[in-house]
């Protein structure tokens, strides 16, 4: 499985597991746009994963 195959799979898969609160549907969040967001902000190679900050203490040893 490839990273192009993760993102085309992700809206059909994660979209009826993503709930968005009564806030984010006021402000026109939708599950979409919840999910579109978290693939592009993933890192495509698990090097720059292990090099982004945001992840120091999930992948310390």
Do not use: C, W, Y
Not at 15 to 31: D, Y
Request: no cysteine; aromatic share 4%; charged share 30%.
């Amino acid at each position: 499985m490839t990273t192009e195959d993760i993102k085309a799979l992700a809206l059909p898969i994660l979209r009826h597991r993503i709930l968005t609160n009564f806030t984010a549907a006021s402000e026109g969040v939708t599950t979409d746009v919840v999910i579109k967001k978290l693939v592009e902000e993933t890192p495509e190679k698990e090097g720059a994963l292990l090099g982004d900050p945001r992840f120091q203490k999930m992948f310390a040893s």
